[in-house]
């Protein structure tokens, strides 16, 4: 019962960043998306990813064992939210990476197109 009451509080304390960066978010300046990125990495590193660890490592596999066919999918399902999520970051920081310190204004459209649809997926 730890485990699920300490998932459950992780849940709630993404729940309070997610509101809290949808408020940061609004604040952005569109013509400064690298600061978009800084802050979305931060949050990822700090909780959502090892968020995604802990559930994959520790909740799935005993979700998934007691073999409950209804339960597996839906697992199924987050595991490939989980993967989607992750793929769409690494995008986000090669394209980042790739523009430098100061994209032009059709590459920062990009930049910011990417980092909403990823605040979007959480």
Not at 42 to 71: C, M, Q, S, W
């Amino acid at each position: 019962m730890d485990k699920l009451i300490q998932i459950s509080s992780v849940h709630k304390r993404i729940s309070e960043m997610s509101a809290m960066y949808k408020e940061i978010v609004s604040n952005v300046n569109f013509y400064n998306p690298l600061e978009y990125v800084d802050n979305l990495n931060r949050i990822f590193e700090d909780t959502i990813l090892p968020h995604f660890e802990y559930e994959e490592k520790e909740i799935f596999p005993l979700l998934l064992a007691r073999g409950n066919t209804d339960i597996g999918s839906r697992v199924s399902i987050l595991q490939d939210e989980h993967a989607k999520i992750r793929e769409e970051l690494s995008r986000l920081n090669e394209l980042k990476s790739r523009l430098g310190t100061s994209p032009e204004v059709r590459e920062k459209e990009k930049l910011a197109a990417l980092c909403s649809e990823i605040t979007r997926e959480l």
